[in-house]
């Protein structure tokens, strides 16, 4: 079942503009990732972010993490045409063996 | 370092036919492999994933099957192929099972 849920489907922006993306999802997670996937390409991961941890840095992304809200948000700060890509998020349970769940991902176009 | 090779990068096969894709990793003993199925469009959906030799969880009943002969060898099969089989397949190791993953590039199949 789908568990991680990015919003928006859609983002388009100008370069060195900032980008948010939003993921939602439903049950406890041990961490949460957040991953890229240029045009029939596989996925590159970005970053994790563990349950207990609220903020990471890495470069030019920002990712948050609201267990409360069961929410995390990626900001791509001053965007490139270069970050053109679908973003996903992806969740591992804390039970068992925890693979990852992956949402629909958000596709981002930066134009120049 | 370590890397994971995925072949063929497409397949056009015709409904009926057998199924055979392969997936190796160099570097790491022991990993988590997986399969992942991106139909267009839409998140990754979990086929297989495999914590050992021999050791298989399917996620999806479906007509496709996995084996793991090797430490890091995972093979997708099927023995006939199905309109419905079409899409983009991906391979990906991780240490644990919640960690980052590495996917491969992929292969695109269109059954026809």
């Known amino acids: 079942s789908q568990q991680g849920e990015e919003d928006p489907q859609a983002l388009s922006i100008q370069e060195g503009e900032n980008a948010t993306m939003n993921c939602s999802y439903k049950t406890s997670i041990n961490n949460l990732q957040w991953y890229r996937q240029n045009s029939g390409r596989g996925l590159v991961h970005l970053i994790l972010?563990?349950?207990?941890?609220r903020e990471k840095h890495s470069g030019r992304l920002r990712v948050t993490l609201d267990t409360s809200k069961k929410s995390s948000s990626l900001l791509i700060t001053a965007s490139r045409a270069a970050d053109t890509a679908s973003y996903f998020c992806a969740t591992a349970r804390t039970s068992g063996y925890s693979t990852l769940t992956f949402g629909k991902g958000t596709m981002l176009l930066v134009s120049p | 370092s370590q890397t994971i090779h995925q072949w063929p990068a497409t397949l056009v096969q015709p409904v009926g036919s057998p199924l055979s894709l392969e997936c190796t990793v160099e570097?790491?003993?022991?990993?988590?492999l997986y399969w992942y199925r991106q139909a267009a469009g839409r998140g990754l959906q979990l086929l297989f994933y495999s914590v050992g030799i021999g050791q298989i969880s399917s996620e999806v009943p479906q007509n496709l099957s996995a084996s793991r002969p090797q430490d890091r060898q995972f093979i997708l099969s099927s023995k006939k192929l199905l309109l419905s089989d079409s899409g983009f397949y991906l391979c990906?190791?991780?240490?644990?099972?919640?960690?980052?993953?590495?996917f491969g590039s992929g292969t695109r199949l269109t059954v026809v």
């Open positions: 990906a190791w991780s240490v644990g099972t919640g960690d980052g993953y590495t």
């Open positions: 570097g790491t003993s022991n990993p988590n």
């Open positions: 972010i563990r349950s207990n941890e």
